[in-house]
Every structure is written in C-alpha cells, then in structure tokens.
C-alpha cells in the first residue's frame, strides 16, 4: 500500500518564477495538508483541502494556493518565489478532516524547493 | 493558539544509554499530542500519540511518551538507543476548529548517538 507520494522530489527556481507541488494522499485518505519546513525549523501548516475546498489556513500570504482534484490529489502553487521560500514542502493526508488527529497524518518525503 | 517548546536544540547519547527528549506545550483544551521522527532527507514518521487514557503511551521502535498534564508536557524516552535511532524528533500539539484539524509543531530536537 503506497503511503503519500509528493513530486518533484527536488526543484530549483529562480526568484518571481511560480512552482508547483503535487501530492498523492495514501489509500482510503481523502484530506490533505500541506506543511513549510523552513531549514532548521519543524513543519508550519500552510492550509488543508477536504472535499476539493480549502478548509483551514495558516499564516502565509495569497501567493500560496492550493487544489484538490476528485480523486483526492492535491497541488499546492507559489506565485512570485521569493528567496525565503526555499524549503521543505510536506504533505499530510488523513481520513477525514477531524480525523488525523486520532489516526495521526501519514506524512509524504517532502519536495526541497530551492528558490535562487 | 497552540504552541510547543522543545528546549533542547541537540541531544548526544551514548548508544546503548538511556535517552528522555524534553517537551512542552501550550493549549487551552485537551491536546492531542505526537512524537514525529525525521531522518535525513525524509519525511515525518509518527511514533505515537496521546488524546486521552493511560497517560504513559507507548509507540513504535521502543519508544514511549508521558503526559503530564501539571506540566503541560509530553517527554519522549527511549530505554536503550540504538545508533539507528540518530534523527530529528517533533513533538506536535493537535487542534480542532470548527471540525477541522491542524498540527503545531516545535522545532525539533537532533540527536546524535555516539558510538
């Protein structure tokens, strides 16, 4: 059974530029979370998609979007790159949105953006 | 708004010693509480989890966890380290609004093992 599958695992961008992220949430799993981990630093939750909306938000600009596609998927998007940006991208799933709490979020390997 | 301290940035252990990495949080109701692994390059591995129950929990890898609700914190112990264990390890506070749930995590505590 694949757990969660982001791509790319690596990227480098030049600063303005936009990216995207993808996620495959594990089987059975029909919410996803995205999390920033900066160098150094644990995982900030950047938002959480459920029944293709997004449900909640962390603190990070409108440069940072999201998509969930029917067959749970999810892409995250960062418009203007900026050189702060550069981090580990890591994508959660759960079944359900209140529900990774009791079954604790299966995390993906992460995609290292690297903005330059 | 939720928050963890794990006040110890690096930890060294003697493999084969005993091994306790500190943590503390921050929240207004019952907290749901993880411990997280990360290896080098990788993602995050939940080792367990506390919401409710015995307040001493154990996990996977030999790992264990207790709650101490007097202290708000969730200290992770291990008996015996093994040099596999070298990682970084969150601790994470779980919250629930509106129905929907997030993560707040600490920054983390490395540990190395020494031979």
């Known amino acids: 059974d694949a757990g969660v599958t982001q791509s790319p695992t690596h990227l480098i961008k030049t600063r303005g530029q936009q990216v995207t992220l993808r996620c495959s949430p594990k089987s059975g799993h029909d919410t996803v979370s995205w999390y920033q981990q900066a160098l150094g630093q644990g995982p900030q939750f950047i938002f959480q998609y459920y029944e293709e909306e997004e449900r909640q938000r962390g603190n990070f600009p409108d440069r940072f979007s999201g998509h969930q596609f029917p067959n749970y998927s999810s892409e995250l998007n960062v418009n203007a790159l900026l050189l702060g940006d550069s981090a580990l991208y890591l994508c959660a799933s759960s079944p359900g949105t209140g529900s990774g709490l009791w079954y604790g979020y299966t995390f993906g390997s992460g995609t290292r953006l690297t903005v330059v | 708004a939720q928050s963890v301290t794990q006040p110890d940035i690096h930890i060294t252990v003697s493999e084969g010693a005993s091994l306790e990495l500190r943590c503390n949080y921050s929240?207004?109701?019952?907290?749901?509480l993880f411990w997280y692994v990360q290896s080098p390059g990788q993602g995050l591995q939940l080792l367990l989890k506390y919401f409710s129950g015995d307040t001493l929990v154990q996990g996977i890898k030999g790992f264990e966890a207790e709650f101490k609700r007097s202290q708000s914190s969730f200290n992770l112990r291990k008996p015996s380290v093994h040099w596999s264990d070298a990682a970084e390890y969150f601790c994470a506070v779980g919250a629930r609004d509106s129905g929907y749930s997030t993560l707040t995590f600490g920054k983390g505590t490395m540990l190395l093992v020494s031979p």
């Open positions: 929240y207004g109701a019952t907290p749901y």
